[in-house]
Nanobody, 125 residues
Framework: VQLQASGGGLVQAGASLRLSCRAS????????MGWFRQAPGREREFVAT????????AYADSVKGRFFISRDNAKNTATLQMNSLKPEDTAVYYC???????????????????WGQGTQVTVSS
């Protein structure tokens, strides 16, 4: 299983970035895809998640209305569109995948089996 995250970078506050996560080695169309982030000195935290059928999403309160998660099952890719970025969004962003039969999309790190290597997002003020 491999999750390859990309798209991070250094931007100014108010800018946008688009993160992508390409998966291989899994049945992508049957798995939940999530994004998490970890800032220096802090625990890894939930950002967004999307069900395999694309009909359920969940967002952390801190990113609601600014970040949008999507997926393309034909391309085995999940995307996180990040708008109106703030300095407090600075972190390493990780994509992860989970398998669940629940109608509730998981938001805890321990629900996710496989993780990508992370991509750095830095937002300057």
């Amino acid at each position: 299983v491999q999750l390859q995250a990309s798209g991070g970078g250094l931007v100014q506050a108010g800018a946008s970035l688009r993160l992508s996560c390409r998966a291989s080695g899994i049945t992508f169309s049957r798995r939940v895809m999530g994004w998490f982030r970890q800032a220096p000195g802090r625990e890894r935290e939930f950002v967004a998640t999307i069900s395999w059928s694309e009909d359920r999403t969940a967002y952390a309160d801190s990113v609601k209305g600014r970040f949008f998660i999507s997926r393309d099952n034909a391309k085995n890719t999940a995307t996180l569109q990040m708008n109106s970025l703030k300095p407090e969004d600075t972190a390493v962003y990780y994509c992860a995948t989970a398998y669940t039969r629940s109608i509730v999309v998981p938001t805890n790190t321990y629900d996710y089996e496989y993780w990508g290597q992370g991509t750095q997002v830095t937002v300057s003020s």
